[in-house]
């Protein structure tokens, strides 16, 4: 129910067109963020909803000569920096494969 409204309200400020197919995908993005929400929490909800936001908004391109090609490359590269944060983070401590001693 709650990705209904949240479609309803991206037709109404313009955000998601009126046709059917871009509704249908509008609802799809929505409720995959409500499941997002309601089954990994509301931490996990941000960052899908700070990635998502983020590759919508940097136009990302494989034209690396053209002229915004830049900004693309700044969004994806914010965008591994966060994740490789995320990563490490997540690990407490740990090292990344492992203690490896002489002995094994």
């Known amino acids: 129910m709650v990705f209904v409204i949240f479609?309803?309200?991206?037709?109404a400020i313009?955000?998601?067109a009126l046709s059917p197919i871009s509704l249908i995908i509008?609802?799809?993005?929505y409720s995959s963020l409500v499941i997002?929400?309601?089954?990994?929490?509301?931490?996990a909800f941000a960052a899908s909803s700070l990635f998502?936001?983020?590759l919508m908004g940097f136009p990302i391109?494989?034209?690396l000569s053209a002229w915004y090609s830049g900004i693309g490359?700044?969004?994806l590269a914010l965008l591994l920096a966060l994740t490789l944060y995320a990563f490490h983070t997540s690990l407490g401590?740990?090292?990344?494969?492992g203690r490896a001693t002489l002995e094994d």
């Open 7 to 11: 479609t309803a309200g991206g037709a």
């Open 14 to 16: 313009g955000t998601v």
């Open 26 to 29: 509008g609802a799809l993005l």
């Open 36 to 43: 997002v929400l309601l089954r990994y929490g509301i931490v």
């Open 52 to 54: 998502s936001n983020l």
């Open 61 to 63: 391109t494989t034209q």
């Open 73 to 75: 490359l700044t969004g």
């Open 93 to 97: 401590g740990q090292a990344i494969f």
